[in-house]
């Protein structure tokens, strides 16, 4: 059977949703929650077994009576989750209720441009299927790090990547793997990752800021990820905190992501090195001939001083900006991550320092700034989030 339908009513749309988020139930534990009378259950359930959405999964405990019978999402269910970062892709598939079968990634620079990348996409999707992961594929959620159309599905005037401008993203994945495709901001899909399967599963109103080669801001209100008019929501890299300060990939000067990023932090890192400030940096560089963000991280840990100055000055910068945040949306919740987030507790406690200290304690009086723990899942786990929450509705 192929698995192209998608669920009829809203009663449907919603059992399926309850299946991904809470798993196997048994028809009587649906009916409690969707409150449906036995007959009108046992008829939409029996649908979504026929359009192949669904399955029996066997007999639960008996409650008294008969032994209700067990249901779950379709084994045979596949979605793939997709994120492109500046410097990296990560391609994962999922089952209906997105627990991860297969993950692979790598490097890729973002301004190769959109043939280049997307045929990558195409080669690691092309591995998961050599390893007899995905026969047919349901849906696709697609991230890509500049601001996006969620509407029509191409990225909009995005900084850091030439040449994708207005490319149709949705339109030629789409057309190649046959299934419907979404496509979003990165940091929202990390924003959606965390909703799922993160520290922000219990969260309404909550921040996800992703520092990693830039830096940016998923926003999170009522559940919903909030884009913006024109999809440049969140975009906080490019908050002047310096009139100042080092140009920035915008052309404007003196932004958060001049200071304080994974491009920021190789920069500062290689003139600490030429300067003869730090011997820790002078010697990777010796040895490597180039440096990058991880060689920052490698410095805090050995504890280089001018290393762990960097890093305090640039957790310093984000809090600064962050309090701002704060103060004005009111989150309950703030999860920072990306790559340059492995900087780890040094970095934290900074950010934290700062926010405190500058936002009303009526904000942050019980306000958990904390780390990811999804790591390099965060994005291709919301992708998929994404790409399911569109199935999964009535049509």
């Not at 309850?18 to 449906?36: K, M, T, Y």
């Not at 009108?40 to 409650?63: F, I, M, Q, T």
């Not at 200071?259 to 010697?283: E, I, K, P, T, V």
């Not at 957790?315 to 949306?329: D, E, K, N």
Request: with cysteine; aromatic share 4%.
């Amino acid at each position: 059977m192929r698995m192209t339908a998608r669920p009829e009513n809203v009663h449907q749309a919603r059992l399926l949703r309850l299946l991904r988020d809470e798993g196997a139930r048994s028809r009587a534990e649906l009916g409690d929650v969707v409150h449906l009378s036995r007959s009108k259950l046992a008829v939409e359930l029996d649908r979504l077994v026929e359009l192949g959405l669904v399955e029996p999964a066997g007999l639960a405990a008996s409650r008294g009576g008969r032994r209700s019978n067990i249901v779950r999402l379709s084994r045979r269910l596949r979605l793939i989750g997709v994120d492109i970062g500046a410097t990296s892709i990560d391609v994962a598939v999922t089952d209906g209720a997105l627990e991860i079968l297969g993950h692979v990634s790598m490097p890729c620079n973002v301004r190769e441009g959109p043939d280049v990348v997307l045929d990558h996409v195409l080669d690691l999707l092309g591995k998961l299927r050599g390893q007899g992961l995905v026969e047919e594929i349901h849906g696709a959620g697609i991230g890509v790090p500049g601001p996006v159309s969620f509407r029509e599905g191409v990225p909009v005037v995005p900084p850091i990547m030439p040449g994708w401008d207005r490319f149709p993203v949705r339109e030629v994945i789409s057309q190649k793997l046959g299934c419907p495709v979404l496509v979003d901001n990165d940091v929202n899909l990390m924003a959606l990752g965390e909703v799922h399967a993160g520290l922000a599963r219990s969260a309404e109103d909550f921040l996800l800021v992703k520092i990693g080669t830039g830096v940016g801001c998923g926003i999170v209100v009522d559940g919903r990820i909030y884009r913006g008019m024109s999809g440049s929501a969140g975009d906080i890299g490019h908050i002047r905190v310096d009139d100042n300060g080092p140009t920035c990939v915008c052309g404007n000067t003196g932004c958060l992501e001049a200071y304080f990023s994974g491009a920021a932090l190789a920069r500062d890192a290689l003139a600490a090195a030429r300067s003869g400030r730090s011997a820790f940096f002078a010697q990777r560089l010796e040895q490597a001939g180039t440096l990058t963000a991880l060689d920052v991280a490698d410095a805090v840990a050995a504890g280089d001083p001018v290393g762990v100055r960097m890093v305090r000055e640039g957790g310093r910068r984000v809090g600064q900006v962050l309090a701002g945040l704060i103060s004005f949306f009111n989150p309950g919740l703030v999860v920072i991550g990306g790559g340059v987030a492995g900087l780890g507790h040094v970095l934290l406690a900074e950010i934290r320092g700062v926010v405190y200290r500058r936002s009303p304690p009526l904000a942050t009086g019980n306000l958990p700034i904390v780390l990811s723990e999804l790591g390099d899942t965060a994005g291709v786990l919301g992708a998929t989030r994404l790409i399911s929450d569109h199935i999964f509705s009535a049509t």
